[in-house]
């Protein structure tokens, strides 16, 4: 069995907790005592059936406002996989909780009301799915049954859809019609739209093809932790400890520390439960070196021949976090990977609506849930890859130097400093 | 070349299963705890899930000792196997036990007994924040679940707390991929949690898989017991039965271990992992819900107590 993580994103009243609350019943995910406790909410508050929707609001406030505001997991498993969800609001001002959502996710639930159509808010939930590197998009259409569940409707929203995610970056769509109240083709598939020919959503999450998606060529692994036991049996052990981003790491492959550029071979791949021969991701191993070289947390071991970027000049989306904004020529902490370091916001390029793409390259700050690129400096060089190769080693976070919140979330467009100009181009300047 | 890819990525994807991926993530997040903070300490109850948290620093950190000490609060309202077993387990693992007592907190008058209310749970709180703040502690992994109770559905594996001890479910820090922050103003101390990912299943699969471990009372065995609050609850020299309360001797087992006051007992068989495994996939109950007389005061019990410093 293994594990697909999904976040679901929709506009309020679009039916998204009645969707995961579809899933989670249908897949005995809900208990005896949940089900009593909303059955008792519902009845109070004088609804004629229960709202599966309570289930999935988890904080006394949320349920005071009757809206998720807050990023809720949630967990359920059938004989093939286990899934956390990562329930996110849908408003424009929690799209910093739609991208937290989103960092983790292999696959993002978008809901549309057929009713509706694609609205404005369709096109920010798949550009932030399609921003964070999700890779696979489900265009879930709901409320069929209110549309007669009407062929032609559905068409038409799949095909604005298309034409407009053509714009972004994101490989497999997957458009499925459903009532998540009644239940067609949430679990099994609808006999009141025998016109569609896919699968139920269920069945879809569960054999979507994920294992491809980590990124197995580019070969790094930060380390964290060193282990020195510091004992008469493990006398000179040093085993530098982490999790390994990507690539794959076998006993005896020569590679590089960075950003020393010592260069050793794999002496050994330990776990607790014995060595390996090989790892992949996502395992948590610790590396033994041939050679005495001097490695601590922060530094990154890949391979000679294909290196990530050692540098302190980058350009990155952000998506902003804090209630004060973002401005140039401002210092954050920068945690990326297990590295820490000072940033500097050196310019701010562009800010983009997230509705319409546009971009305002005349903006000056960002605010709260704002998304713009930004050029940054650091004190100390950062091992960088751009963030559709990893998104281990291409997002980072900044961190307010006084409160010490986490106040934006970064996305690696560019490493290293700007190409030079070209000949021509400074002559034709 | 494209094939050999393909198998290569086929053989290495072969065997990783979400157990894997699961405790994959939670060395990830002891390591940085380990990395990041000068204080940590381990909070060990002697259930289940802190009995996983102790398998994984064991993966953490191994063959070197643990970079923190394991602390128990002790209610002073233990199961008696379940002292055994942690005495057992500590000394196995030759790892240092700090114990801090509920009645040493009642002795002092830090905290009170409400009069006719058994449990000693809600007094744990003052215990661990006096303990917190004297051994000066800066991080405390817990062995919480995110899909234990609604509350922690939202809470984030680095959990800030302000110097009261409280958790302000909104003004939590935004928790993006595997990036935790682990930064600290005067006064704050961080709760961690590495298993929040993993459900009451994952537990039991991977407590099997491992072969590790359980303190005695998670298996069905005969015991007294009452019926209290629609509890099952052990008769003892701390929770004696009241008038109406008939004893009754019955094949039980515990899903969690708590305060004894305050965690029932379910009528089970289940004798083995195997058995327990079975009974969990068919529970129709969460075990807080079925277990726990705490969280049926109020639909928000849980919330609150966290507010307040619970764990
Ligand atoms: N007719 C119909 N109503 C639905 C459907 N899905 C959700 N609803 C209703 O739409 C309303 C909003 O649903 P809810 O799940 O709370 O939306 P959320 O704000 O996106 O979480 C509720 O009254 C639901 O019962 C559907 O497929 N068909």
Redesign the interface.
Known sequence: MDLLRFSTAGSVDDGKSTLIGRLLYDSKGIFEDQLAAIERTSRRRGYSQVDLALLTDGLRAEREQGITIDVAYRYFATPRRKFIIADTPGHVQYTRNMVTGASTADLAIVLVDARKGVLEQSHRHAFIAALLGIPHLVVAVNKMDLVGYDEAVYDRIQDEFSTWAAKLDVHDIQFIPISALHGDNVVTRSLAMTWYQGPSLLYHLEHVYIASDRNLIDVRFPVQWVIRPQTDEHHDYRGYAGQIATGVFKKGDEVVVLPSGKRTRIKRIETFDGELETAAPPLSVSMLLEDEVDVSRGDMICRPHNQPTVTNEFEAMICWMADAPLREGARYTIKHTTRSSKALVEDLRYRIDVNTLHRDESATELGLNEIGRVKLRTSSPLLLDEYRLSRTTGGFVLIDETSQDTVGAGMVVRAGPEPEASEAEVAAA | MIET?QM???A??RG???L??????S??IM??V??EFERPVLLFSGGKDSIVLLRLA????????FPFPIMHIDTGHNFPEVLEFRDRRVAELGERLIVASVQESIDKGRVSEEPGNPSRNRLQTTTLLDAILEHQFDSVFGGAR??EE??R??ERVFSLRDEFGQWE??A????????Y?G???KGQHMRVFPI??W?E??VWQYIEREGIEVPSIYFAHERDVFRRDNMWLSTGPFLPNGPDEAVERMVVRYRTVGDMTCTGAVSSTASNLADVIVEVAA????ER??TRADDAFS??AM?DRKREGYF
């Open positions: 890819a290569s990525e086929r290495l994807t990783l299963t979400h894997d991926a699961l405790e994959a993530e060395v990830f390591r940085e380990a990395a064991e993966k953490a950190f191994r063959p070197a000792r995110r899909d609604k509350a559905a939202k479910p909104k939590q820090r935004p928790e993006l991929w595997s990036l922050n930064r600290l103003r929040s990912n459900t299943m994952d529970a129709r109950i969460t819900g079925a639909e928000t919330e």
